[in-house]
């Protein structure tokens, strides 16, 4: 799916590129046009101003996505931060409903501010369904596994050949064998 949505960026941009040469030029041509027809004399000039327009219009493009990526370089620590708290408050193993509701209430100004928009959407979702009372275990799982897949989509993930399964088996599991661990030693 990111190949596909990789590609049609591709050409979209080239398709971009091609209609703001072809603009300038007829432009160019019209303006030209305006002032007297254009002859070999100033056919050089025409393109190199053309040139120096497309120029200018990557420069401004790079410009804005390198602004684009120090913000998100500033915003990711923020964001593992938050999102390291809220994996650890949704994986407490002997978590119920009463102390999970309080856990996501305190930790959502920060996942409100922080959080990605797809992100925010799940924790929004999930939150809702324990304050409604609404959520059996199978379901609490998938919501949390949604979630995670949010989140690591967010933090550069590709999660390819993961799902909210693979994750949600692999949590959960590791989070019994801990409590299982603490429970034998006490």
Known sequence: MKLIGSIFAFLLMTA???????????????????????????MPVLIIAS???????????????????RHDKQVAPEKKAIYSKLMNVLTIPELNSISLSREMAELAPDVKMWGGDEVLKRFMKLNASIQKGEVQQNNLKFLIGN???????DLGHRNRGVGVNMLTRKVFADNQETSSKEISSK
């Open 16 to 42: 971009f590129i091609v209609l703001v040469i072809w603009g300038s030029f007829v432009g160019f041509d019209f303006l030209a046009g305006q002032f007297g027809k254009v002859g070999a004399a100033e």
């Open 51 to 69: 040139a120096v327009y497309l120029g200018g219009v990557l420069v401004i493009a790079s410009f804005l996505r390198a602004a684009h990526h």
């Open 147 to 153: 979630l995670m897949l949010e989140i690591r989509k």
